[in-house]
Every structure is written in structure tokens, then in C-alpha cells.
Nanobody, 122 residues
Framework: QLVESGGGSVQTGGSLRLTCLAS????????VGWFRQAPGKGRELVSCISSSGRQTTYTESVKGRFTISRDNARNTMYLQMNNLRAEDSGVYYC?????????????????WGQGVLVTVSS
């Protein structure tokens, strides 16, 4: 089970830190990703981190503002979001792919958390 936390409402330019905790499930050997879904839009892969942490990916719009990290000892993954914009609003999900320690294509993610809402307003 994956459980996200840390969402909320912030003003433009603000920061939030999302946390994804795995219970009954070890993340240590899996890549982990953060997706988001804005109202009326499809789910978008925002960032991914490999099992070792050495590989990270970001969608273009968040590069330089978001940082993904993980703490395998705590079975936890994070997404630090800075300089937030209105277009960052949406429900954020952490997810794990069916297999593999490196970040795969978005359609390879099969285990999902329940999501956490992020609202950025001006």
C-alpha cells in the first residue's frame, strides 16, 4: 500500500513537500514515480526516481522547481515542490511500476496510492 501526504493549499510561489510511504511493501528495489492529474486532464508523470536514486526524471514544466528523493531505510519517497504555479494544481499520486529498478514508461506503473490534493492559487 502506498500512502501520500503533504498536500494542501498554497499561494503562487509557495512550497510543499509530498511524502509517499509504503506499508507492507518494500520500495527498495523499485523505481517510484509521482504523477499528477489536473481537473479534466489525464494523469501526467511528473517525476521518477530509480531504486538507487541515481536516476531521476522530470517533466519539462517542473525542472528546476521540483526535486524527487527517497529514503530507502524509511521506505519513503518525497517530492519537494518549490515556486509553485497555478498549473501545478491537481491530485498527486505516487506509483510503482510492475517491475524494474529504473524509471520506465508511464504506462508501466501499476501500484498506486490514493492521491493527495495540491491547490495553488494566486
Amino acid at each position: 500500500q502506498l500512502v501520500e501526504s503533504g498536500g494542501g493549499s498554497v499561494q503562487t510561489g509557495g512550497s510543499l513537500r509530498l511524502t509517499c510511504l509504503a506499508s507492507g511493501y518494500s520500495l527498495n528495489y523499485h523505481a517510484v514515480g509521482w504523477f499528477r492529474q489536473a481537473p479534466g486532464k489525464g494523469r501526467e508523470l511528473v517525476s521518477c526516481i530509480s531504486s538507487s536514486g541515481r536516476q531521476t526524471t522530470y517533466t519539462e514544466s517542473v525542472k528546476g522547481r521540483f526535486t524527487i528523493s527517497r529514503d530507502n531505510a524509511r521506505n519513503t519517497m518525497y517530492l519537494q515542490m518549490n515556486n509553485l504555479r497555478a498549473e501545478d494544481s491537481g491530485v498527486y499520486y505516487c506509483a510503482v511500476p510492475s517491475y524494474g529498478s529504473r524509471c520506465p514508461a508511464p504506462d508501466q506503473f501499476s501500484v498506486w496510492g490514493q492521491g493527495v490534493l495540491v491547490t495553488v492559487s494566486s
